[in-house]
């Protein structure tokens, strides 16, 4: 078990300042196993990939995938899955949030015989309130919807097992939310803690409300109890209109004196309802949508260039 090629995988987009200060810290780590290191350029318009390249010519254990453009953290790192080689592989991103020197004992932990070892926030350094406390919700709903229990205070910074790789790049759908898919496929798994720092340098990428779309991928993608939700709300409504119904008529046959006035009763039970159906038609849309997104087809990314690959 010691004869094994450990791969690095680094999403990096506009992290020019941040690669270097990165690979100070990162090759003194794993330069006692075989390494590769696949930076993955997701579109940078800076000078992170140049910086990349030059590093490569000396390191030739140092690699690099473009994309063309954007194409998102999550694509970065299935681009990364796909194109590892190694025995472990470890994905961690580039702002250095993530203290390289923890692999070590991932690759422990994978030494024991864990095929997913997370790596567990215990405290976070630099982050707001609202960060902290959207992060909280957010674990604590999809958890609630889904069936497969995602773990709290994990993000993509994570050692996986060959067999893992190869079962996230046989997968057919389309990967938006990996960690939960690492969830779902049930691997012995362990874990290490480490304190999240702060980010060295630049601004997160992830602003209100791309997390916001990411909670939501989320959720879509593991769970389908909102549309479960759609039809309570519908159930509860008719049952409320079934009661008036009964109520009504009894008033006639026993009171038919009393008239109904009471128009701001109609306008609140419109507003509602049309609210309540609007809630539900945005549901299924949202699942429409992933099915149509699924049904186009379409490269999860493009790449412009490979470098020591
Ligand atoms: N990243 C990426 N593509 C994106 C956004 C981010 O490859 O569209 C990379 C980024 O360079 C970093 C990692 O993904 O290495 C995590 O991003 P960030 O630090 O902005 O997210 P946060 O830590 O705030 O959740
Ligand atoms: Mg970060």
């Not at 063309?68 to 899955?81: D, E, I, V």
């Not at 567990?120 to 902290?132: L, M, S, V």
């Not at 779309?213 to 209109?241: E, H, Q, V, W």
């Amino acid at each position: 078990m010691d004869n094994f090629l450990l791969s690095v995988i680094i999403p990096v987009y506009n992290e020019q300042d941040n690669v270097k200060p990165l690979l100070d810290r990162l090759l003194p780590v794993i330069k006692k196993y075989q390494y590769e290191i696949i930076f993955v350029d997701d579109g940078s318009t800076d000078k992170t990939a140049a910086f990349i390249k030059k590093t490569g010519q000396k390191n030739l254990q140092i690699k690099l995938l473009s994309f063309y453009r954007n194409f998102g953290h999550q694509m970065a790192l299935s681009a990364g899955y796909e194109t590892a080689r190694g025995d472990a592989v470890v994905t961690i991103d580039a702002d250095l949030q993530d203290p390289p020197e923890i692999i070590v004992k991932m690759v422990e932990k994978w030494q024991m015989g864990a095929k997913i070892v997370y790596a567990k926030r215990n405290e976070r350094q630099g982050e707001d309130f609202f960060k902290i406390g959207t992060a909280t919700l957010f674990y604590k709903l999809i958890n609630f919807l889904s069936d497969t229990p995602i773990p709290n205070e994990v993000g993509d910074f994570r050692l996986v097992d060959k067999k893992v790789v190869e079962y996230l790049n046989n997968l057919k759908e389309k990967p938006s939310f990996l960690r939960g898919l690492v969830a779902w496929s049930g691997f012995p798994t362990d874990y290490v803690y480490f304190r999240r720092d702060r980010r060295l340098t630049g601004k997160t990428h992830y602003g209100f409300f791309k997390m916001l779309n990411f909670a939501l991928d989320g959720i879509m993608s593991f769970s389908t109890k909102p549309l479960r939700l759609a039809s309570y709300f519908g159930f509860i409504c008719a049952s409320l209109g079934f009661l008036g119904i009964i109520y009504e008529v009894l008033k006639k046959i026993f009171y038919p004196e009393s008239f109904v006035t009471g128009w701001i009763g109609i306008f609140v039970a419109v507003m509602f309802l049309g609210g309540i159906q609007l809630i539900t038609i945005g549901i299924i849309g949202e699942y429409i949508g992933k099915i149509y997104k699924e049904v186009q087809n379409r490269p999860r990314y493009l790449i412009r260039e490979k470098i020591n690959l």
